[in-house]
């Protein structure tokens, strides 16, 4: 069993800053890259930043300089900082993990439940 279990979300006025954590537990031989995406209503879910094992990161245009994603391969968890929030920054994320529980089995991609972001203007 894996789990992949997002915090860090809630209220926040413009020009504020969250952190979000991400962490994946249970049977995991190894995690691959680890991710954010987020859907506001009406939209699709889109990509904000993933980050390799090795750290190479990547990140949405519309978040580029303003929101940083780490992790700590020690502990599972990926974190998203986000500075300099926009109303448009408001929706669902959900972190993933792309991860093997056996060395021998297939990459699979693990999601969370989510956590509202809600930027107030």
């Known amino acids: 069993q894996v789990q992949v279990v997002e915090s860090g979300g809630g209220l926040v006025q413009a020009g504020g800053s969250l952190r979000l954590s991400c962490a994946a537990s249970?049977?995991?031989?190894?995690?691959?890259?680890m991710g954010w995406y987020r859907q506001a209503p009406g939209k699709q879910r889109e990509l904000v930043a993933d980050i390799t094992s090795g750290g190479t990161t990547n990140y949405a245009d519309s978040v580029k300089g303003r929101f940083t994603i780490s992790r700590d391969n020690a502990k599972n968890t990926v974190y998203l900082q986000m500075n300099s929030l926009k109303p448009e920054d408001t929706a669902v994320y959900y972190c993933n993990a792309d991860l093997r529980i056996f060395s021998w089995a297939t990459p699979r991609r693990y999601w969370g439940q989510g956590t509202q972001v809600t930027v107030s203007s």
């Open positions: 249970g049977s995991i031989f190894t995690i691959n890259a």
